[in-house]
């Protein structure tokens, strides 16, 4: 594969630093949020993310008979990695994982009434696909639906929904068929956050953002926004996880991480001596930085994979997710251990070593070899379908 960008590919990137530069803004772009900064929680983000819009940069990918632009994936990736190295809110859920599953699965209807939403930044999407029971394996998911006339009632719980306190809508799976084995059986739903029959509940989180338990009181859908077909819900999640896995964990936050741990150890003293003069601190920063390499050229090798066209890149999403994840983790350990005892101080302490980001970091951190399937759910991944393991080994 080819690892150097194009003449107008390099444009778009120019073009797209220079509108951050054009929109900077503390109220929309925070780089300590990492992660989390993603999405769009507040009104500012969300009038970036329609300024975003304006200038044609959400649905790049999506054919021109839904709006889109229709050009190569490596536009969107480059503009994701653009904000999240500024902390700025990124293209989000809509563009991928409910847009382009409506594109695919989606009924006549729900085409025209979400797709130029999402377009324009209108609206903004919580997805409910874990539970108390049902974390990572998706597939044990059991909130159920049950159907009556052209109406689907749902009762359970679901945990873990980020954006259910600032979403318009909610995306959910729920089970519709009990009988059948596990994989089978669930639904895709689309669901008014404001409907009376559910409540929102915050669950505080050690990196200080909010996600939220959510229950289903009776809540009442219309049959025309049940997603695709009956029963081959958990399909449709598959397809969309590859998406999540790739898109969620962008390369330029720990990138960025790397680059102050690196600059630390270059300008740092531990009693009047250098750290850029310790030999194994220095072995440490140069495995560190290698170890960041490998990251983006995983990112990269879904990016070309994606391109190639033909069944969607699984296992290389699972390989950049699994990678990126665990080194972001040792990234913020790393951290910790080198800044030493004064990286416990919180982020803002003018004393703290790098100004408290390594205890941010280190907390926020926790989170990413879960979220979109945890390290162990990749592994099982690239066992049965890189390797060719039986499921059972």
Not at 241 to 266: A, G, Q, Y
Request: charged letters at 25%; proline letters at 4%; a neutral charge.
């Amino acid at each position: 594969m080819d690892f150097h960008f194009s003449e107008k590919e390099i444009e778009f990137v120019k073009e797209v630093k220079a509108f951050i530069e054009e929109n900077r803004s503390p109220d929309v772009m925070d780089v300590t949020r990492e992660n989390m900064a993603q999405i769009c929680d507040t009104p500012e983000r969300r009038a970036f993310m329609k300024k975003l819009a304006k200038r044609g940069w959400l649905g790049l990918t999506w054919p021109r008979e839904y709006g889109g632009q229709e050009v190569e994936g490596v536009y969107e990736y480059l503009l994701n990695e653009l904000l999240s190295s500024v902390g700025a809110p990124q293209i989000g859920k809509g563009i991928g994982i409910i847009g382009k599953t409506l594109m695919r699965h989606g009924s006549d209807k729900l085409k025209k009434e979400f797709l130029p939403q999402i377009l324009s930044a209108e609206i903004e999407f919580a997805v409910g696909y874990s539970e108390p029971s049902a974390g990572s394996d998706a597939a044990a998911m059991r909130l159920k639906a049950e159907k009556d006339g052209s109406e689907w009632i749902l009762n359970g719980q679901k945990m873990f929904t980020t954006s259910a306190h600032f979403a318009d809508w909610y995306w959910v799976g729920a089970r519709t068929d009990t009988s059948s084995t596990k994989h089978n059986g669930i639904t895709l739903f689309l669901i008014r956050m404001d409907d009376p029959g559910l409540k929102v509940y915050p669950m505080p989180t050690m990196g200080k953002e909010r996600t939220n338990m959510v229950y289903f009181d009776n809540v009442k859908v219309s049959d025309e926004y049940r997603v695709g077909e009956m029963n081959k819900g958990f399909q449709y999640i598959s397809e969309a996880l590859d998406l999540e896995r790739f898109t969620m964990f962008t390369f330029s936050p720990i990138k960025n991480r790397i680059e102050l741990l690196t600059d630390f150890v270059r300008t740092g003293e531990r009693d009047g001596k250098a750290l850029r003069d310790d030999p194994v601190l220095r072995q440490q920063v140069v495995n560190t930085v290698v170890e960041g390499e490998v990251a983006r050229l995983l990112g990269l090798q879904f990016v070309s994979a994606a391109l190639a066209g033909g069944k969607p890149p699984t296992s290389e999403a699972s390989a950049y997710k699994l990678y990126a994840t665990e080194l972001s983790q040792r990234v913020a350990d790393k951290t910790m251990d080198i800044a030493g005892p004064g990286s416990q101080l919180c982020l803002g302490n003018e004393t703290a070593p790098l100004r408290g980001r390594a205890e941010s970091t280190y907390t926020y951190t926790v989170i990413d070899t879960i979220g979109g399937g945890s390290s162990e759910i990749q592994k099982n991944i690239l066992a049965r379908r890189k390797l060719g393991l039986p499921k059972n080994f």
